[in-house]
Nanobody, 121 residues
Framework: QVQLVESGGGLVQPGGSLRLSCAAS????????MAWYRQAPGKQRELVAR???????NYAYPVKGRFTISRDNAKNTVYLQMNSLKPEDTAVYSC???????????????WGQGTQVTVSS
C-alpha cells in the first residue's frame, strides 16, 4: 500500500513562515508529478503548486513569489515552503502525487490526509 503523510502545519502569525512536508511510502516504483492543494472552509479545493519529476514548477497566482515547492526524489518527498503568510492562506493543505507501484504498468493518484495551516494574530 502506498501512503502520503504530511507534516509541518500549524498556527502562525501573518507575515510568518511554515514548511510543509509530504513523504510517500510503500511499494513505489516511480513518482511522477507531485502537488499541494488547499481547501478553506466553505470553498472548493484549489491547486497551490505543482512540480514534475524533473523539477518544473507552476504556482497558483495568489501564492506566486511567496511559496516554493520542491522535492527530493531520493526520499520520495515533496515540500512547500510558505513565506509571508496571510490570513487568506488559512486552509487544510493536502499533497497529491501520481505514483506507479512496483509490478504495475500505470500510475494512480494518491492523496495525503491533510494538514491544517492557520494564519492568525
Amino acid at each position: 500500500q502506498v501512503q502520503l503523510v504530511e507534516s509541518g502545519g500549524g498556527l502562525v502569525q501573518p507575515g510568518g513562515s511554515l514548511r510543509l512536508s509530504c513523504a510517500a511510502s510503500g511499494s513505489i516504483f516511480s513518482i511522477n508529478a507531485m502537488a499541494w492543494y488547499r481547501q478553506a472552509p466553505g470553498k472548493q479545493r484549489e491547486l497551490v503548486a505543482r512540480i514534475t519529476r524533473g523539477g518544473s514548477t507552476n504556482y497558483a497566482y495568489p501564492v506566486k513569489g511567496r511559496f516554493t515547492i520542491s522535492r527530493d526524489n531520493a526520499k520520495n518527498t515533496v515540500y512547500l515552503q510558505m513565506n509571508s503568510l496571510k490570513p487568506e492562506d488559512t486552509a487544510v493543505y493536502s499533497c497529491n502525487a501520481a505514483i506507479r507501484e512496483n509490478g504495475r504498468p500505470y500510475y494512480n493518484e494518491y492523496w495525503g490526509q491533510g494538514t491544517q495551516v492557520t494564519v492568525s494574530s
